[in-house]
Nanobody
Framework: QVQLVESGGGLVQAGGSLRLSCAATGDTFSIFAMGWYRQAPGKQRELVAAIITSGDTTNYADSVKGRFTISRDNAKISVYLQMNSLKPEDTAVYYC?????????????WGQGTQVTVSS
């Protein structure tokens, strides 16, 4: 099993920046991708950014391209989300995830979530 612990959320004014961090422990050798989802009140959870743990392949939601940057530190088994030029519509709970290959197929593990609030 993989456990994920997030940090870095908070309250920021529009135009500001925040950096989210997520550290993985447990069966980390099986992780092949990590990233972030977010869920705003009354909305479905959506993918924000993802990164493959080998190589530099990344993927971003159109709404955050050019403003958010995902990065990883394989030595620390961590993933980060640098969020710049934040907008009120970025307000949501942000969840770190990790995709792992197991004997049961691909398993997605989730962090507990961290609140990001952007005031106008």
């Amino acid at each position: 099993q993989v456990q994920l612990v997030e940090s870095g959320g908070g309250l920021v004014q529009a135009g500001g920046s925040l950096r989210l961090s997520c550290a993985a422990t447990g069966d980390t050798f099986s992780i092949f991708a990590m990233g972030w989802y977010r869920q705003a009140p009354g909305k479905q959870r959506e993918l924000v950014a993802a990164i493959i743990t080998s190589g530099d392949t990344t993927n971003y939601a159109d709404s955050v391209k050019g403003r958010f940057t995902i990065s990883r530190d394989n030595a620390k088994i961590s993933v980060y989300l640098q969020m710049n030029s934040l907008k009120p519509e970025d307000t949501a709970v942000y969840y770190c995830y990790a995709d792992s290959v197991t004997g049961r197929g691909t398993v997605k593990s989730w962090g507990q979530g961290t609140q990001v609030t952007v005031s106008s």
